[in-house]
C-alpha cells in the first residue's frame, strides 16, 4: 500500500509542476478544477490521518522534534494551533465513520470533517444530519447546523455558564502595524453591541453618501463607527430596539423555561429566562411574548412596515424563531423585505405577504414580477438601503426602488 500511495503522489506532483491553464478551454479547466478540489479535500484527510498515526508512534522524534504537533505544522505549512486542532479531529474521526469516509473520498473538505467530529463529540448521534448539512450547504451550513446541535443539547443555564466563562478581547500588530483585535462576548451583551456598532456605521455611510465621495467597504465604516462609540463621539444612529429576546409567555411567567419552551436572544442564541426577564429593565430591549401560535393580525396596505409586523419579520416563524433570513438561499445578512404578491398588483403589507430576500435574490424576483406583468413598466432596479445586523439580522423594508415588490 506504501508504495503505490507514494508514487501516486508523486506522479501527481510531477504532472502539476507543468501544469500551464493557458492550453486548455474553460471548461477543461473547470473539470480539472473541480478534479483538483476533490483530490485536495482527500489528500488533506489521508495526510493528517498519517501524521496522527506518526504522531501517536512517535515518529516526529526520529525527525528532529519533540513536539508532535510542531511537525505536523512544519508539514502542512500551519501554525502550531492549527495543527494541534487538526490532530485531535483526526482521533474523533474514529467515532464518525461516515465522516472519514467522505473525508477520503473528497467529498468533505478537512474544515467540513472537523466541524462534524467535534458535534459528534458533543452530542452523539447527530453525524448523520451533519453530513447531509456539509453536502447541500458546504462548510457555512455545517457549521450552523453543528452550531444548533450543541446549543439544543446543552441546558441554557450551563450554556450560559460557559458562555460566560468564554468571553475574552485580545489584539496585536499585523504586518502593516495596524493594531488588530478579536472577542467574544454573551449573546445578550454581544448582540446589542454589534448592533450598535453597525447602525453607527450605516449613520456614516449615509453621511459619507451624502457628500459625494466614493463608497468604502462597510466595514471601514464599521471600524470608524467602533472608535466614535469608544470616544463617545460619532452619528447618532437612530432605529428600533437593539435587542430582540423571544420567550414562551409561560415560561417568563414562572420564571425558568420547561423543555421545549423557547427563550433566545434573535441573532443571539439562547438565554436563561432570568437573564431575559433581567434585560428587560433595560431600554435597549424589546421582549416579544408568544403562545407558539403565529402572527396573523397586523395588516394593512401601504408600503409602510409597522413596528408589530416588522418584530414578526425580524424574529422568523414559530415555535422556533430562529430569526429571519433569505427565503431563497437562506443568508442571515443584508436582508430586505419583499412583498411575495406585489403591492402594485394589490398585495397587501401582511405578514403572509411579507418574505425577507437578500439584495441579489430580491433583485431577481423584482424581475421575475416584472416580467410576469405585476408591476407594469418602470425603470431598472435600484438597490435599495439594507439592514444587516447581528448573526441573524432583521429584514428593511426597501423603498420606492422595487417599484412594489
Known sequence: MLEPLVSAAAALRAQLANFE??????????????????????????????????VGCKAHEARGFRDGAEWVARQGGASVGQARQALEAAAGLEACPATRAALLAGELSWAEASEV??????????????LEAARQSGLSGVRQKAAEQRLAGTPVDELHRQQHR?????????????????????????????????????????????????REPFAAYAADAL????????????????????????????????????CHVIGGGPVP??????????????????????????????????????????????PEFTGAQCADCGRRYGLE??????????????LSNLQARCWPDH???????RAAGLLGPGP?????????????PSPQATGAGDRGS
Not at 433583485?363 to 414580477?369: C, G, P
Open 380 to 392: 431598472p432596479v435600484a438597490r435599495a438601503g439594507t439592514v444587516a445586523h447581528q448573526g441573524g
Open 227 to 262: 472608535v466614535a462609540m469608544s470616544s463617545g463621539g460619532g452619528p447618532r444612529p437612530s432605529g428600533r430596539a437593539e435587542l430582540v429576546v423571544v420567550c414562551d409567555i409561560n415560561a417568563w411567567r414562572r420564571g425558568h423555561g420547561h423543555p421545549g419552551e423557547v
Open 337 to 350: 423585505v419583499d412583498h411575495v404578491d406585489p403591492l402594485a398588483n394589490g398585495g397587501p403589507t401582511a
Open 21 to 54: 491553464p493557458a492550453l486548455l478551454s474553460g471548461q477543461d479547466c473547470a473539470r480539472v478544477a473541480e478534479e483538483l478540489a476533490a483530490t485536495e479535500k482527500a489528500c488533506a484527510g489521508a495526510r493528517v490521518l498519517a501524521a496522527a498515526r506518526a
Open 166 to 214: 468564554a468571553r475574552y478581547f485580545r489584539h496585536w500588530q499585523d504586518h502593516l502595524g495596524m493594531v488588530c483585535f478579536a472577542g467574544a462576548l454573551a449573546p445578550e451583551v454581544g448582540v446589542a453591541f454589534v448592533q450598535r456598532v453597525e447602525r453607527a456605521a450605516q449613520a456614516l455611510r449615509r453621511q459619507a453618501d451624502g457628500t459625494g465621495a466614493e
Open 363 to 369: 433583485r431577481a424576483k423584482t424581475r421575475r414580477d
Open 117 to 130: 467530529t467535534k458535534a459528534q463529540a458533543h452530542q452523539p448521534g447527530t453525524e448523520e444530519a451533519l
Open 273 to 318: 429566562v432570568a437573564v431575559a426577564r433581567e434585560l428587560s429593565q433595560d431600554a435597549f430591549l424589546k421582549a416579544v411574548l408568544h403562545d407558539g401560535v403565529a402572527v396573523h393580525t397586523v395588516k394593512h396596505f401601504g408600503r409602510h412596515i409597522p413596528a408589530e409586523l416588522r418584530t414578526a419579520l425580524d424574529i422568523g416563524c414559530p
